[in-house]
């Protein structure tokens, strides 16, 4: 059983630019949640994704995007960064809404964003 | 609108000695509520959540739906409990995962 899996793990980006960060769920996974974790917060809920669509979102500006491909992986897209965009950005996996285990997260290790 | 609160950032005990990491919600209907926990160089993973109802590396929690307050226990704090513990909630329809800022549990040996 593989586990969730990110990348890139770090990256710098200047402001204006755009980025996209990937995320394999965990095998037997359907459902994918993205989180920003700013220093020193818990995770914030960015959206979550399932069936290839988006299931909810929140409190995030749409140039926070992103895609669920049909092998359950997902890109979280980012347009005309901003420096308050600098955080550890969480991909987290789960089983599908009718699933009993289905509200526990799987977490990946993150991809660390920086914006100059 | 759902809320988390973990009103200590750090929490330093005595090895041996009990601990109480503090976790009050704010939700109108019935939340799930979950531990989770961060040890050094590792990645945030589920520690218990509160329909289990089991007791994981000593750690119980009960969910207090009066005092709306899910508080994390050990009676006898070890080295290796040292790590970054998240309160959460899951609220609504879907999956929204409503997280704490988290508590910094430090075991003095």
């Known amino acids: 059983e593989t586990g969730v899996t990110q990348s890139p793990t770090h990256l710098i980006k200047t402001r204006g630019q755009q980025v996209t960060l990937r995320c394999s769920s965990q095998?037997?996974?359907?459902?994918v949640s993205w989180y920003q974790q700013a220093l020193g917060q818990g995770p914030q809920f960015i959206f979550q994704y399932y069936r290839e669509e988006e299931n909810g979102r929140g409190n995030f500006p749409p140039r926070f995007s992103g895609l669920q491909f049909p092998n359950y992986s997902s890109e979280l897209n980012v347009n005309a960064l901003e420096l308050d965009d600098s955080a550890l950005y969480l991909c987290a996996s789960s089983t599908g809404p009718k699933n009993s285990g289905a509200n526990v997260l799987t977490f990946g290790a993150g991809s660390r964003l920086t914006v100059l | 609108a759902q809320r988390v609160t973990q009103p200590e950032k750090l929490l330093s005990v005595f090895k041996g000695a009990p601990v109480e990491l503090k976790c009050n919600y704010s939700y109108s209907g019935s939340p799930e509520l979950f531990w989770y926990v961060q040890y050094s160089r590792q990645r945030l993973q589920l520690l218990l959540r509160h329909i289990s109802r089991e007791s994981i590396k000593g750690f119980t929690a009960d969910l207090n739906k009066g005092e709306t307050s899910f508080h994390l226990k050990k009676p006898f704090a070890q080295e290796e409990d040292s790590a970054m513990y998240y309160c959460a909630l899951k609220g609504g329809g879907y999956q929204k995962v409503t997280f704490g800022t988290g508590t910094k549990l430090q075991v003095i040996p």
């Open positions: 095998s037997g996974h359907n459902t």
